[in-house]
């Protein structure tokens, strides 16, 4: 224990020290990476090199794929690697790294998602006034401003969470590194700023799902009005998962940031953590792109020319 007390890196805990569990565990997150490693480069390369999928609903599903890959690529790779060699250190240098990269993807994943269902309401409830309201140029800004956002929040919490004097016993009863895990290895007040700055991001990720849930109830009053039967039906089709998948990722998210790190997590804590870390990356092209008749088109043409 005075080796993990006093070595500068950190050890992740995972989910069992059981060796056989470690690598079914290992074995179980590369199918789901490889999954996502697939599914959302199919969904890149479609968007980029077909000509007709390039209005801006694909233009952002394309850059929620690169948020995907980066998301789930961030953490695990290095939980696979850790698995297999029975080796759950991280450096220091490591673990700001991935704390940086994994909460400036997570927000910006909050950010697009915000994006894309305004983009989606301007479609469906403003058709005519849509090219003008998401143009290129509107487009292209918000991108940017997703991504700053994105890289504002990693630097909010490397430079707040790592100005904690760790004291405690540097094991972190996780899969990567978590920022209510670090937290819990502080032994003075100083973490307090940490939960500032989750507690501010986690009222503009609600506001942000607020805004969401209001465009698709736009959509769904607009949709309602449509009179065929199988319109309205492909619509809801549509929709309803989108929804579903949004706030599966938003309130798994918050739950976690929020909830009080206990001494000993439960197993229900490690299975929130991999709801808003692997899941979301891993459905996401299934949900809002390999549904879509006009990707599956592309899809078929490029794998068999027709």
Request: aromatic share 14%; with cysteine; proline share 4%.
């Amino acid at each position: 224990m005075a080796n993990i007390t006093t070595m500068r890196g950190f050890l992740l805990m995972g989910f069992s020290d059981i060796r056989e569990l470690q690598i079914l565990h290992a074995f179980l997150f590369l199918v789901m990476y490889l999954l996502s490693l697939v599914g959302n480069f199919v969904v890149i390369t479609i968007t980029t090199l077909d000509k007709r999928l390039q209005s801006p609903m694909y233009y952002f599903l394309k850059h929620l794929s690169l948020l995907d890959l980066s998301l789930i690529s961030v953490t695990v790779p290095q939980f696979i690697v850790n698995s297999l060699m029975d080796d759950g250190y991280i450096t220091y240098g490591q673990c700001i790294l991935q704390v940086f990269f994994f909460t400036s993807v997570a927000w910006a994943e909050v950010a697009i998602l915000t994006v894309m269902s305004y983009d989606r309401y301007a479609a469906i409830c403003c058709p005519l006034n849509y090219e003008v309201i998401m143009n290129p140029s509107k487009c292209r800004w918000s991108m940017i401003a997703t991504w700053l956002s994105g890289s504002i929040t990693g630097i909010l919490y490397i430079t707040t969470t790592f100005s904690i004097t760790f004291c405690r016993c540097k094991s972190i009863h996780q899969f990567f590194c978590d920022v209510p895990q670090l937290i819990k290895l502080s032994c003075s007040d100083d973490y307090l700023r940490v939960i500032g700055v989750s507690v501010f991001l986690a009222l503009m990720a609600f506001l942000c799902f607020t805004s969401i849930v209001f465009s698709y109830i736009h959509i769904l009053s607009t949709v309602l009005k449509i009179p065929s039967a199988e319109g309205r039906s492909k619509a809801f089709s549509i929709c309803l998962p989108h929804l579903f998948v949004i706030s599966f990722f938003f309130f798994t998210g918050i739950f976690a940031f929020l909830k009080p790190a206990t001494e000993s997590p439960t197993a229900f804590d490690l299975m929130i953590s991999i709801f808003y870390t692997v899941m979301p990356p891993t459905l996401n092209p299934i949900i809002y792109s390999l549904r879509n008749e006009a990707i599956k088109g592309a899809l078929r043409k490029l794998l068999v020319g027709e």
